[in-house]
């Protein structure tokens, strides 16, 4: 199997993994969908703020390593 493939595929099962901990163990799944909109919308601006500043900061790095100095 591809290396990515496999890659994808662990991380889906991570992401149901905790998605059912939050669920059951938290007991969230008994929540109301607002309380749950409350934590899963400021989780994923997290993950898409942790996603923004490595690419940020691998685009910044590529950048000052071709470019030249005086």
């Known amino acids: 199997m591809p290396r990515a ?3 994808f595929f662990f991380l889906a099962l991570t992401l149901f993994k905790a998605g ?4 059951v163990f938290m007991h969230l799944g008994d ?3 607002n309380f749950l909109i409350t934590v899963l919308i400021p989780l994923t601006l997290f993950i898409w703020f942790i996603i923004a500043f490595l690419t940020d900061g691998f685009f910044w790095l590529h950048m000052n ?3 030249p100095t005086r």
């Not at 059912?20 to 669920?23: G, L, N």
């Open 5 to 7: 493939l496999v890659a």
């Open 20 to 23: 059912y901990i939050v669920s």
């Open 31 to 33: 929540e109301r969908k």
């Open 65 to 67: 390593s071709i470019t």
